[in-house]
């Protein structure tokens, strides 16, 4: 018999989890390293363990890249119309656009302007995934092209920094795909002109932007990493039916392709860009009256 009888008591068990607060720590979408949110912005939002880069929107791309201040932006007022009166699941055309507005800020999802890099003039443009996508429709068509268009007539470099997701808008129907066509026409008269173009891709840049513009620079750069292609690789293998090689459409893959000239970390773009416009503007060709 025992010498003490059933315990008079509950034993309850107290958890001693505390509840994290929101808004301090990020997991890395590469490696799933939490990273103190203080500590990653530091780094220029790149993993610091696998140095995965996450994507940046157009204002935290125009602080990294531009001289403080320096940016002059134009074409803000430009605004799309709803040719097809366009209606999906979630709403009208119109109403998608006004509510990517409100969560970016930004008016479209291209920002341009002029600006200095290093003190050098330049016409910059910069792609906003955030906003649809980063999709050109009429309005990114035309902002890039105005830019184009002024780099010419102002004999400045063009650099365009693209993240697009989406291609050509399908709200717009024609007049998106056109404006692939616009672009690349554009950037032949720069061309013959004689100013250079630096085009930069990021995490991503596909479909109809990689189609047309942003595969079309004297010089390419790409961020490590980067999912860089006209389809995605989950397609390609759809519709082939067979495996991609590993790395397949990733900016190191693409580099040993051929299709990008340099593969540079994010701490060192700016830098890179500096040094290739001293080079481009004392090396380019002479161009006739």
């Known amino acids: 018999m025992p010498i003490f009888g059933k315990p008079k008591y509950t034993v309850v068990k107290v958890s001693r989890k ?3 607060p929101e808004g301090l720590w990020t997991k890395c979408e590469d490696c799933g390293e939490i990273i103190y949110n203080k500590v990653l912005e530091e780094n220029l939002r790149v993993c610091p363990k696998c ?3 996450f994507v940046l929107s157009a204002p935290q791309r125009i602080t990294l890249l531009i001289d403080s201040s320096s940016f002059e932006e134009f074409d803000r007022d430009l605004r799309s119309l709803d040719p097809l009166q366009f209606k999906g699941p979630k709403g009208s055309y ?7 507005q409100a969560l970016t800020t930004l008016s479209e999802a291209a920002l341009c302007g002029r600006a200095t890099i290093e003190g050098k ?6 792609t906003d995934s955030r906003f649809m996508m ?6 990114v068509g035309e902002k890039i092209t105005r830019s184009i268009e002024t780099a010419t007539e102002e004999h400045l470099p063009l650099i365009i920094v693209s993240g697009s997701g989406g291609g050509a ?11 692939m066509a616009k672009t690349s026409a554009a950037l032949a008269r720069l061309h013959k002109a004689g100013p250079p173009f630096i085009s930069i891709l990021t ?4 479909a109809g932007v990689m189609a047309s513009f942003a595969s079309l ?9 980067a999912l860089i292609g006209f389809t995605g690789p989950r397609v390609i293998e759809q519709t082939i039916h067979q495996r991609l090689p590993h790395g397949f459409q990733r900016s190191e893959f693409l580099l040993e392709h051929g299709l990008v000239d340099m593969v540079i970390h994010r701490k060192a773009l700016k830098g890179t860009i500096a040094k290739l416009l001293e080079y481009l503007s004392t090396n380019r060709p002479k161009t006739e009256d």
Do not use: C
């Not at 620079?217 to 990493?225: C, F, S, T």
């Open 94 to 100: 119109p109403e998608k656009v006004k509510e990517d």
């Open 134 to 139: 980063g999709s050109m429709g009429s309005v």
């Open 51 to 53: 140095q995965y880069h």
């Open 217 to 225: 620079g004297d010089v390419i750069l790409a961020e490590p990493k």
């Open 121 to 126: 003039k330049v016409i910059f443009g910069v």
């Open 18 to 20: 505390k509840t994290m």
């Open 169 to 179: 808008r399908m709200q717009e129907g024609m007049l998106s795909l056109m404006q």
């Open 203 to 206: 995490n991503p840049t596909m």
